[in-house]
């Protein structure tokens, strides 16, 4: 037995029963509202009816798909990345399915699949947008047109749905167009040496490569990483094929899409953020499956400068409108984050691949931030309106001054139903669905537990067969009980992680107290197992005051609330309005209750807090030598920030003045 971390292979959702708890809740509300609600959507909006084509079909090219629908909408533009929406839409119905079987949503997928695979054409060729508005135009703008992008979320979907169902139907399919793009794309003479402007599919196709076993998707996949970057640029290439002046590139810069330079040379998160994290999330695969220590030491930069520079506290990334994405060192605005959903799911995806390529558990604490808070905060309560952009404070610009369009844009600060650019409500979908992927992994003779949430697993380490059940109210508290149960005892290493939250904790096996220090954040328990082994895991959860970095203008002076992994913000429908004036001094007393009504059950914190009052003179401004302001105890309570606006709108705040 080695005393190091190996590389790790996750334990498939499919062997994980997630029946209760935190998750059960957010699977249930996913399954229950998620899903039907993007599937009106979907409908509603002519994503499922573009498949038949229609487009083309009013310009005289009759090809006689018939619907699934009742009511086609035939005559709807289809968008250059309505194909993206889909997979991520029959990905995430595949998970549901995978853990919660559904005969009708089966039934409609088939459906749906028959549809999209009637689109393909002949030679393999597979786009709605393209092959039904502009046929004249495939592969003319890999830099814009998002047309890997499409192909790489229908390939996962169809990973997806194969892993869930045993059906090939949408895999055969998008392998048929995957060997399309690779007769295309490539290094060899004669064809393109390109890859898209958004990157996904480099992760797509090492996912492909593991469902069929073929190597070419592997290597189509580093093809993509290695050349990206590359002198003479692709883009600028492309460009001029098109009769355009690159530099009049509307984004200015190829940094937006990691273009700028060779991937081995990026040291710096950068650019548009949801592309960036798929794309890193691409490179880690790739250096993970090929030992590439150049790539690997990329993945290491990057990841770093992410989170020393550019994370926000609820694992939100991409402060920027303007670019959708990255800015400078410690730029974290609030009101204004954008902080897409989409990109904390990308950073969920990243994490993980960070952790297979370097096991260390500081990359599940980054991805627990991010699932806890900014991945959650995307989605309401119940689950039917969705989140793009996840600020960290609100200030709704509605009331009471009317209506101020055309001076300031409003902001109104509820989830919308659905967006025209969709990206995130599926999104959301597919990784809340998967989240039991995500909690076990092993190496040769490791059993390893990332996250703790009440499930039911079977997994095989060390040739063995190990049930393992888990029980515990997480992140609510952070008493975990596993018990073991193995097909006859044996030898194998169960690694516990302890979270970089937690500063302290006890562990015991069968009453027995377990010392051993973290290797890598993991408590290493090596044992001869028995069935009916206990371990019990306690990990102090305190209500922690968080401090910002000093360079973190938009923060000095203010406090954030996190308890375990959950980040808190106050609201003013429980405290009242101009939140600007609350104070938390530093000896506050915090009372944590956890409230079963509220949101089916959340731990909130009661705060003796205080806030700034002054019997104001007059006019904005008064000199403070002639001006008082006081303070005057007051109740203060904060939830957690995943959950904030599910009741009326109004102000919210996560970093809380403390002076
Ligand atoms: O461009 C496709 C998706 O739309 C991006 O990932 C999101 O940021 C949104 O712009
Ligand atoms: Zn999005």
């Known amino acids: 037995m080695t005393s190091s971390i190996q590389q790790n292979t996750p334990v498939s959702l499919k062997n994980v029963v997630i029946d209760d708890g935190f998750w059960s809740q957010r699977q249930a509300n996913n399954r229950e509202h998620t899903l039907p ?17 229609d487009y083309k079909q009013e310009q005289g090219k009759k090809d006689g798909h018939t619907s699934i629908l009742a009511q086609p909408l035939s005559k709807v533009k289809p968008h250059i990345f309505w194909d993206s929406d889909a997979g991520k839409w029959i990905e995430a119905a595949a998970y549901s399915l995978t853990t919660h079987p559904d005969a009708e949503l089966e039934s409609y997928m088939d459906s749906f699949i028959d549809l999209i695979a009637s689109a393909q054409q002949p030679d393999g060729y597979l786009n709605i947008f393209f092959t039904s508005v502009e046929p004249q135009n495939k592969f003319k703008n890999l830099r814009d047109w998002h047309e890997f992008y499409d192909a790489g979320h229908l390939t996962e979907a169809a990973v997806a749905y194969y892993e869930a169902t045993g059906k090939r139907k949408l895999l055969d399919v998008m392998c048929r167009y995957i060997d399309y793009i690779d007769s295309m794309f490539g290094a060899e003479e004669g064809k393109i040496h390109g890859y898209d402007g958004h990157p996904e599919v480099e992760l797509a196709l090492v996912r492909l490569y593991h469902a069929t076993g073929n190597q070419k998707y592997l290597n189509l996949s580093k093809y993509f990483i290695d050349e990206r970057g590359q002198q003479p640029l692709f883009f600028d290439q492309e460009a001029i094929a098109r009769g355009e002046d690159p530099k009049q590139y509307w984004a200015k810069t190829y940094r937006y899409c990691q273009a700028h330079i060779p991937v081995r040379q990026q040291d ?18 790739i250096a ?39 800015t400078v060192p410690y730029d974290l605005p609030n009101e204004t984050a954008y902080a897409e959903t989409c990109a904390a799911i990308a950073l969920v995806f990243w994490a993980w691949r960070m952790f297979k390529l370097d096991p260390d558990s500081k990359y599940i604490d980054t991805m627990e931030r991010a699932l806890y808070n900014n991945v959650l905060s995307g989605v309401s309560h119940e689950g039917s309106h969705f989140f793009y952009a996840n600020p960290l404070a609100a200030f709704p610009y509605i009331t009471p001054h009317g209506n101020w369009s055309g001076i300031v844009a409003e902001r109104d600060y509820r989830r919308s139903e659905w967006f025209d650019c969709a990206c995130c409500p599926p999104n959301l979908a597919r990784l809340v669905a998967s989240v039991g992927g995500y909690i076990y992994s092993t190496d040769a003779d490791t059993l390893y537990v990332h996250l703790y949430t009440a499930n039911h697993a079977d997994i095989t380490v060390n040739n063995r067969s190990v049930k393992i059940a888990q029980q515990t109210e997480y992140p609510w508290q952070g008493q975990i009980r596993l018990q073991v149960d193995v097909d006859q005892p044996g030898r194998f290493r169960l690694g516990l992680r302890i979270p970089g939250w937690c500063r302290s904790y006890t562990l015991k096996v069968n009453g027995q107290a377990v010392t051993t220090a973290a290797t890598k954040g993991y408590v290493l328990i090596d044992r001869e197992w028995s069935s009916g082994d206990e371990i019990i895991l306690a990990l102090d959860m305190p ?13 000095v002076g203010n406090i954030a609330l996190q308890r375990g992994p959950v980040v808190y913000c106050i609201e003013e429908v429980d405290n009242g309005d101009n939140l600007a004036n609350v104070i938390i001094p530093p000896d506050a007393r915090m009372i944590t209750t956890f409230e079963p009504d509220l949101f089916d059950g959340v731990s909130v914190i009661n705060i003796e807090g205080q806030r700034a009052v002054a019997d104001w003179k007059g006019g904005l401004y008064q000199p403070e030598s002639v001006q008082t302001i006081t303070r005057t105890p007051a109740a203060i309570k904060a939830i957690p920030y995943a959950f904030w606006a599910n009741r009326q709108p109004g102000e919210m705040r996560v970093w809380i003045r403390e002076n």
């Open 288 to 326: 993970a499956e090929t030992g590439d220590e150049e790539l690997k030491q990329a993945c290491l930069s990057i990841w770093d400068d992410l989170n020393q520079h550019h994370l926000y506290i609820t694992g939100g990334l991409g402060p920027a409108h303007a670019n959708e994405g990255f």
């Open 543 to 555: 209500v922690e005051r968080v401090l910002p970095h000093p360079q973190i203008r938009h923060d």
């Open 268 to 285: 710096m998160a950068t650019g548009h953020s949801v592309r960036a994290a798929y794309l890193y999330s691409g490179m880690a695969d």
């Open 37 to 53: 609600a993007i599937k009106h959507q979907m409908e509603k909006t002519g994503r499922v009816d573009a498949w038949k084509l």
